[in-house]
Nanobody, 115 residues
Framework: QVQLLESGGGLVQPGGSLRLSCVGSGISIRIYTMGWYRQAPGKQRELVAVVTSGETTTYIDSVKGRFTISKDNAKNTVYLQMNSLKPEDTAVYYC?????????WGQGTQVTVSS
């Protein structure tokens, strides 16, 4: 059974940092495109960042220069380092693993940026 387990969310003040982690089980993230998505209240889920099996990374414009996606294949874990957080980054963040017809989601972790 495939599982993606996120952790690292929480409440942080504007300008602060958080690091999200997503540990995969039942799959080898090395061969998947791994992504972080987020969904704010009343909004559609949006892609934040992805890292391909070839280590190519892509970010949405609003997080470029602030967020960094990375993965540790040995630990089967993908990370999202979030710096200079803004209130508009508040959302539930989801981990995703995609490959061909396979598409898996984690349960999400809440990130709240507020003073």
């Amino acid at each position: 059974q495939v599982q993606l387990l996120e952790s690292g969310g929480g409440l942080v003040q504007p300008g602060g940092s958080l690091r999200l982690s997503c540990v995969g089980s039942g799959i080898s993230i090395r061969i998947y495109t791994m992504g972080w998505y987020r969904q704010a209240p009343g909004k559609q889920r949006e892609l934040v960042a992805v890292v391909t099996s070839g280590e190519t990374t892509t970010y949405i414009d609003s997080v470029k220069g602030r967020f960094t996606i990375s993965k540790d294949n040995a630990k089967n874990t993908v990370y999202l380092q979030m710096n200079s957080l803004k209130p508009e980054d508040t959302a539930v963040y989801y981990c995703n693993a995609a490959r061909v017809i396979f598409n898996y989601w984690g349960q999400g972790t809440q990130v709240t940026v507020s003073s």
